[in-house]
């Protein structure tokens, strides 16, 4: 089946406000920064979005949230986002901190069909004992606590319970793919983006090359993928940078 399509807005086609987003990346690194830019663009609101964290200040998913289109994230640090701690504190988003290996696992769960674990992360924390502010008021005070999570005990250890993420779609960045929607992705960028490919309904990939994959290369197969976005090289090449080091 051939997954391609000719546009990033053709890509995109039928995101409605609301939706809900699973979305590849660390930081910068791996982040489909040309889907985020059309999503930008669509002027969807509302949207609800499953990330390791939401972009830097100007960059990335980061983008949506200084535009008011995000209203809920689940991630796993705020980061030094500093628009992104702003609106989290003046309760303009609605944040779901998870650990982690919570958080990858909660997607790979997602697009295995498996609705729930059982995992040692957090057990004794406000993780799962309720505590962590969804939301807060405007003043900063809290308004919404994550509520409290199951505790079992396995051979006398206790366990906390994590539900699996599905989302609407997902938006994913791979180095190559073919165009049955088979991704490879390079080094540090394939970080959490196989695992937001598995949780979305609808994922859709852009790939900085198109080009014939060896099975031995495929790192997520395309059953997880309906739609294969091609990068021209100014886009494949486009990749932003937290911090900049300099050694003297």
């Known amino acids: 089946m051939d997954k391609v399509v000719g546009s990033a807005a053709e890509a995109l086609n039928g995101v409605h406000d609301g939706a809900s987003f699973a979305v590849g990346g660390f930081g910068l690194s ?6 985020i830019e ?23 998913l980061g983008l949506l949230l200084a535009a008011g289109r995000i209203a809920r994230v689940t991630a796993s ?27 990858a696992e909660r997607l790979r769960a997602g697009g295995c069909g498996i ?15 309720s505590g962590l502010p969804l939301r807060h008021h405007a003043d900063g005070s ?27 779609f997902a938006l994913v960045r791979a180095a190559r793919g073919d165009r049955h929607g088979n991704l490879s992705f390079r080094k540090a960028a394939r970080n959490f983006n196989p695992l937001a490919a ?4 609808i994922t859709i990939a852009e790939v900085e090359e198109l080009t014939d994959l060896d099975p031995d290369e495929v790192h997520l197969p395309g059953v997880f993928v309906q739609r294969v976005l091609p990068l021209t090289p100014e886009q494949a090449a486009a990749k932003g940078i937290e911090w900049r080091t300099v050694r003297a």
Do not use: W
């Not at 609800?48 to 964290?53: A, D, L």
């Not at 509520?147 to 609407?168: C, M, Q």
């Open 77 to 103: 640090y705020i980061g030094e986002n500093k628009e992104f701690g702003r609106r989290y504190l003046a309760g303009e988003v609605e944040v779901e901190l998870t650990p982690q290996g919570s958080l």
């Open 198 to 201: 598995m949780a979305g309904r």
């Open 38 to 60: 059309a999503l930008l663009d669509s002027g969807v609101s509302g949207i609800g979005v499953v990330s390791n964290n939401c972009g830097t200040d100007g960059g990335g």
């Open 142 to 168: 809290v308004a919404l606590t994550a509520p409290p999570k199951e505790v079992r005990e396995f051979d006398g250890v206790p366990y906390v319970l994590e539900h699996a993420i599905t989302t609407d």
């Open 30 to 35: 791996g982040i489909p920064a040309v889907l």
């Open 115 to 129: 609705p729930a674990f059982y995992t040692p992360a957090g057990v004794g924390t406000p993780v799962a004992e």
